[in-house]
């Protein structure tokens, strides 16, 4: 089942309701636009799909490594608080390049998706007791953790949407 990702879903749907490309393309000075708030998380789902399909596609199994002290720091505060702390500069591989309003939802949904058939494939390979793949900051995470990070990072970045989609329909009022 794949609840965290259908709350993942919902999140996107919910927070970008209405707002139009242009609004989505608005942003605060020094911050980015709503738009590429989904095209940064669009390819983060992107990149946990993607080295999903590699891995499974060159038949290796999960790297099984021990997580540092800091990764199972991490680890806790994100997935088991729920919590993704604010100030950290985004991987280059999920720093937005320019993706426009008009592309930013439908891209995000695509990629959400091919996330979640990767994922389910992954379980189905590997079960969901053991880590699946690594992650860079997180560090090793089964099935329901990557699920879980991808809604509360989510979570945290429709926040902002948000609050410019409120900004964009008062200027544009």
Not at 93 to 122: C, H
Request: avoid cysteine.
């Amino acid at each position: 089942m794949d609840a965290w990702l259908d709350r993942t879903r919902h999140e996107i749907e919910t927070a970008v309701a209405g707002m139009s490309p242009r609004q989505l393309e608005m942003a605060p000075d020094g911050k980015w636009s709503s738009a590429q708030i989904l095209e940064h998380l669009a390819r983060a789902f992107g990149s946990t799909a993607k080295a999903l399909e590699v891995q499974m596609a060159q038949g290796k199994s999960p790297d099984r490594t021990s997580p540092s002290l800091r990764q199972r720091i991490a680890n806790f505060v994100v997935i088991d608080l729920g919590h993704l702390p604010s100030g950290r500069t985004a991987p280059s591989m999920t720093t937005p390049k320019g993706n426009d309003g008009a592309n930013a939802v439908s891209r995000i949904l695509e990629n959400l998706e091919r996330m979640r058939v990767a994922i389910g494939e992954a379980e189905r390979r590997w079960g969901t007791a053991k880590p699946i793949a690594t992650h860079p900051i997180l560090g090793p995470l089964t099935v329901s953790q990557w699920r879980k990070f991808h809604f509360v990072h989510t979570r945290h970045h429709m926040k902002q949407v948000r609050e410019r989609r409120t900004l964009a329909r008062s200027a544009t009022a």
